[in-house]
């Protein structure tokens, strides 16, 4: 049992419940409409969960093609994209999701061996103000937190409709 004094910050139970406090914090600190983290799986990314609950299924897809993360990933676009259509690759997703987007940002996460597993992401439907981007610092360490618990062996979800 947790003492009443520590409870709030003794550790979650398992890598998804990390992974959810993180985008409830990010949403209630950083703002941004929707976060999520997700899994990259040939050629789909996969949500493993966002915030707010239930604004996108977990095991949802996405075609990887059709990714903002990719883009960034790829190095195509910038981790972050205060008016996305600004930015030729970001302006350039119209399908799914993509055609909502206002305001991007994401960084990826990584395995122990430097593969990249998926991402921390974050988009609006308006788009944000150039100061948003003072955000990427803190959306940055997250994820490397993310990525540390990944490399000391804290196993994430698999997607649903994976083997």
């Given at each position: 049992m947790v003492p009443g004094g520590i409870g709030d910050?003794?550790?979650?139970?398992?890598w998804s419940a990390a992974a959810r406090g993180a985008l409830e914090f990010l949403?209630?600190?950083?703002?941004?409409?929707?976060?999520m983290v997700t899994r990259v799986v040939d050629d789909c990314q996969y949500v493993l969960c966002s915030y707010p609950d239930g604004a996108v299924r977990?095991?949802?897809?996405?075609w990887w093609e059709e990714s903002f993360c990719r883009q960034m990933i790829e190095g195509r676009a910038p981790r972050v994209a205060t008016v996305t259509a600004a930015i030729p690759a970001y302006a350039a997703l119209t399908k799914g999701l993509g055609r909502d987007v206002a305001?991007?940002?994401g960084v990826?996460?990584?395995?122990a061996?430097?593969?990249?597993?998926?991402?921390?992401?974050g988009v609006a439907f308006r788009a944000k103000p150039?100061?948003?981007a003072r955000d990427l610092r803190l959306v940055e360490t997250i994820a490397r937190m993310l990525s540390t618990l990944l490399a000391a062996g804290v196993e994430p979800p698999t997607p649903p409709d994976l083997p």
């Open positions: 910050v003794a550790p979650w139970p398992d949403h209630e600190h950083v703002g941004w409409d929707l976060w977990p095991g949802a897809r996405i305001a991007y940002i990826p996460l990584v395995t061996d430097g593969q990249l597993f998926g991402t921390l992401c150039l100061s948003a």
